[in-house]
């Protein structure tokens, strides 16, 4: 068993930063890919930015040059700094992680429970 667990959401002004945390727990043999999803409302689910290796970084255009994703491979943690925050950015975001467990013959895809952003204008 697998958890992803967020932290760092909340309500900011338009302008303002906020860093949102993921740790990955449970029967991890390897992670793959670790990254961020978001989904407003009434729209589909987004990738926000997302790390395949400890060594390569793969953006939305939207967010580029405001956000960074950072792993941590020996804590099995990932964060993503959020700067110069839009109203658009207003969402739920979800930590993502492709992890293959102690048990299993392959990978599997696992989802944080989501952590609300705000962004007021």
């Known amino acids: 068993q697998v958890h992803l667990v967020e932290s760092g959401g909340g309500l900011v002004q338009s302008g303002g930063s906020l860093t949102l945390s993921c740790a990955a727990s449970g029967s991890i043999f390897r992670i793959n890919s670790m990254g961020w999803f978001r989904q407003a409302p009434g729209k589909q689910r987004e990738l926000v930015a997302i790390?395949?290796?400890?060594?390569?970084?793969t953006y939305a255009n939207t967010v580029k040059g405001r956000f960074t994703i950072a792993r941590d491979n020996a804590k099995n943690t990932v964060s993503l700094q959020m700067n110069s925050l839009k109203p658009e950015d207003t969402a739920v975001y979800y930590c993502?992680?492709?992890?293959?467990?102690?048990?299993?013959?392959?990978?599997?895809?696992?989802w944080g429970q989501g952590t609300q952003v705000t962004v007021s204008s």
């Open positions: 790390s395949p290796d400890a060594d390569s970084t």
């Open positions: 993502y992680a492709v992890i293959r467990t102690a048990f299993a013959s392959g990978p599997s895809h696992y």
